[in-house]
């Protein structure tokens, strides 16, 4: 067996607590601005921050307690918070980007004048501030879907921000109000296309799905092709965390010593670590059990297995 509960986040606490601390601050000044310049999609966009500002508090929570280290109650750690921010996170921006089309459509049929001076000015602060924050994050993303999702937060306001300030300077030029809409419309489908990944990715780590990047025909090929594995059966693979997988299966041996089967373990626990980079294993070796094309053992609970037993 191998046990590895490290985590892979490298996003410092202080930057996002100065990302969080920036954020609110210009939500405040981009809704007030949004609100005196009656645009829509200036005040999207500040309800959109707002939302970030929650994102990147939850991936800082979700940071400090992924450290916790495991205990009786929970054996794994608390390294699943981040799973659950990132999919409160992905929801979050799917109802706002349903919230924001739904907006304006409405207010397509009847646009509403827009002051475009201030509308660009505070998408342009937001643009580089966004992009900033963007830059900031972008290195945690590769490897942890919660400090992902808080990136895409970041990055689509720096999108939107910009998608604002092409609107403004269009109604500046041609004084047409129907570019706010149109563009709010173009920043909530944006933000549900984004989160989508997200999503679906935090709902299969939840439902312990097979990690997507991991081949596991090829991982079972791998392992019976080793000296002395006669099947392997009972497999299971899933992903506690962003980059943690876990993989635990029995391995059926030809007759042999202790000593030997030990020797096929520890060939195992390698394999599985240098080829398909998992290192949280749960091994067991066995002369035979399970019925070897029983590859994926359906789970029941204790009472039912035991009373089968019984019946046997």
Not at 171 to 192: E, H, K, Q, W
Not at 217 to 246: F, P, Q, Y
Not at 250 to 257: D, K, L, P
Request: glycine share 6%; aromatic share 6%.
């Amino acid at each position: 067996m191998s046990h590895d509960h490290s985590s892979q986040g490298n996003v410092s606490n202080a930057r996002l607590v100065i990302s969080i601390a920036l954020t609110l601050a210009f939500v405040a000044g981009e809704a007030i601005a949004g609100y005196l310049a009656h645009s829509l999609a200036l005040m999207s966009d500040a309800v959109h921050n707002l939302t970030d500002a929650l994102a990147l508090f939850l991936s800082w929570y979700a940071i400090r307690a992924a450290k916790r280290p495991a205990s009786p109650q929970r054996t794994f750690g608390s390294h699943r918070v981040g799973i659950l921010t990132s999919l409160a996170n992905a929801l979050t921006l799917v109802a706002i980007g349903a919230v924001i089309l739904w907006e304006a459509a409405q207010r397509l049929t009847d646009p509403t004048p827009v002051q475009s001076a201030p509308m660009i000015w505070v998408a342009l602060i937001g643009v580089v501030l966004n992009g900033l924050i963007s830059l900031w994050l972008q290195s945690g993303a590769k490897n942890d879907l919660n400090i992902r999702s808080a990136y895409l937060h970041m990055l689509g306001d720096a999108i939107s921000a910009l998608g604002v300030a092409v609107a403004g300077i269009f109604m500046a030029v041609t004084g047409n109000p129907i570019a706010d809409p149109l563009i709010s419309l173009a920043i909530g489908g944006f933000i549900i296309w984004s989160s989508w990944d997200v999503l679906t990715e935090s709902l299969n780590i939840l439902l312990e799905a097979t990690p997507k990047h991991l081949d596991v025909l090829e991982l079972i090929d791998a392992i019976k092709s080793m000296n002395g594995v006669v099947a392997v059966h009972d497999l299971h693979a899933w992903t506690i965390t962003s980059g943690m997988v876990a993989v635990s299966c029995h391995v059926v041996v030809s007759e042999q010593t202790v000593k030997s089967g030990q020797q096929v373990l520890k060939a195992v626990v390698t394999i599985l670590r240098q080829d398909f980079a998992i290192a949280h294993t749960t091994i067991q070796i066995e002369v035979d059990g399970c019925d070897q094309d029983d590859m994926y053992c359906t789970l029941q609970p204790a009472e039912t297995a035991h009373e089968e037993h019984r019946n046997q």
